[in-house]
């Protein structure tokens, strides 16, 4: 009888290559599939990140531009810039002898703290809006007795909300241009301010389009709001005959039944495989709702 050979524990060089090869495959899969997974949310974050520059200057335009009474509101306009008279606050007239004086409802306190106070308009009786004038505010430290003697009484402000008050203004004579004043007109008080495209100011930014706002007057500069864009970004128009955007700017002004922005936001960054940045395509109108045409 021949005796037992002892069975050998181990692998087959045949079988560790076997096993390496099938190894290199599932692993070069799996990189694979994190790579794209990764390129994949690189790319989504690069459109989120168009995505918020967009809505971003939207919602920076909108609030100021929904305000504007084309009437008067509109001063100059182009596709790449426009300058606008907005309302920030709004009152009545208590006196329109010398020194005119204005009662000024509650509003929030931010739309005083602002700077730029530009001028005043005031709304006629028969509804149309008088010349804008750029006389200089003063603030009366106590109520005026000329609102008591029209019969306007002040709003007190509650203790936790001492901005939230009826606000007494004298203007400079003369400051409401050929306007005839008439005691309880309603009047506003508006910011001269231009919003533009224009080379982004931020660092990593240089030379990328970007959306602007100046308060005109004693603003203390033009502001970044929003970056960056493509360089198509522009402002176009409704004409009152038209229910189609434009880029010509109607004439006269007062002809803009509406006013549309393009805002293509862009991500600030390209990401990797992809030849240039995320780009997302928003646009959105805001329109003249008291227009009769």
Same mark, same amino acid.
């Given at each position: 009888m %021949?005796?037992? $050979?002892?069975r050998?524990?181990?692998? /087959?060089?045949?079988?560790?290559?076997?096993?390496?090869?099938?190894a290199?495959?599932?692993? +070069?899969?799996v990189?694979k599939l994190?790579?794209?997974?990764?390129?994949?949310?690189?790319?989504?974050?690069?459109?989120?990140?168009?995505r918020?520059?967009?809505?971003?200057?939207?919602?920076?335009?909108? @609030?100021?531009?929904? %305000?504007?009474?084309?009437?008067w509101?509109?001063?100059?306009?182009?596709?790449?810039?426009?300058?606008?008279?907005?309302?920030?606050?709004?009152?009545?007239?208590?006196?329109?002898?010398?020194?005119?004086? $204005?009662?000024?409802?509650?509003?929030?306190?931010?739309?005083?703290?602002?700077?730029?106070?530009?001028?005043?308009?005031?709304r006629?009786?028969?509804?149309?809006?008088?010349?804008?004038?750029?006389?200089?505010?003063?603030?009366?430290?106590?109520?005026s007795?000329?609102?008591?003697?029209?019969?306007?009484?002040?709003?007190t402000?509650?203790?936790?909300a001492? @901005?939230?008050? /009826?606000?007494?203004?004298?203007?400079?004579?003369?400051?409401?241009?050929?306007?005839p004043?008439?005691v309880?007109a309603?009047?506003?008080?508006?910011?001269?301010?231009?919003?533009?495209?224009?080379a982004?100011?931020? +660092?990593?930014?240089?030379?990328?389009t970007?959306?602007?706002?100046?308060?005109?007057?004693?603003?203390?500069?033009?502001?970044?709001?929003?970056?960056p864009?493509?360089?198509? +970004?522009?402002?176009?128009?409704?004409?009152?005959?038209?229910t189609?955007?434009?880029?010509?700017?109607?004439?006269?002004?007062?002809?803009?039944?509406?006013?549309?922005?393009?805002?293509?936001?862009?991500?600030?960054?390209?990401?990797?495989?992809?030849?240039?940045?995320?780009?997302?395509?928003?646009?959105?109108?805001?329109?003249?709702? @008291?227009?009769? @045409?």
């Amino acid at each position: 009888m %021949m005796p037992r $050979i002892p069975r050998r524990l181990g692998f /087959t060089l045949i079988e560790l290559l076997v096993s390496l090869v099938v190894a290199a495959i599932l692993g +070069a899969g799996v990189t694979k599939l994190l790579l794209s997974s990764n390129r994949f949310e690189e790319r989504t974050e690069s459109l989120r990140s168009a995505r918020r520059v967009s809505r971003a200057a939207l919602a920076a335009l909108s @609030n100021d531009v929904r %305000m504007v009474d084309p009437e008067w509101g509109i001063e100059s306009a182009s596709a790449g810039s426009l300058t606008l008279r907005v309302p920030y606050a709004m009152g009545l007239v208590c006196r329109t002898g010398g020194s005119p004086v $204005i009662a000024i409802l509650p509003v929030d306190s931010i739309a005083f703290a602002t700077p730029g106070y530009s001028g005043v308009a005031v709304r006629a009786s028969n509804g149309s809006w008088g010349q804008a004038g750029s006389g200089a505010l003063t603030e009366l430290t106590t109520w005026s007795s000329s609102c008591t003697s029209a019969g306007i009484a002040p709003i007190t402000a509650p203790a936790g909300a001492p @901005n939230q008050k /009826t606000r007494v203004f004298e203007l400079a004579p003369g400051g409401v241009g050929s306007t005839p004043l008439t005691v309880g007109a309603v009047i506003v008080l508006y910011r001269r301010t231009r919003f533009y495209f224009g080379a982004s100011g931020q +660092a990593g930014l240089s030379g990328r389009t970007a959306l602007w706002r100046d308060y005109l007057d004693g603003g203390g500069g033009a502001v970044e709001l929003a970056a960056p864009f493509d360089a198509t +970004a522009a402002f176009r128009f409704y004409d009152l005959a038209s229910t189609t955007s434009q880029t010509a700017v109607p004439s006269p002004l007062t002809n803009i039944r509406g006013i549309e922005f393009f805002l293509p936001g862009e991500s600030d960054r390209t990401a990797r495989l992809r030849a240039s940045p995320e780009q997302a395509d928003f646009t959105s109108s805001v329109f003249f709702v @008291n227009r009769m @045409n």
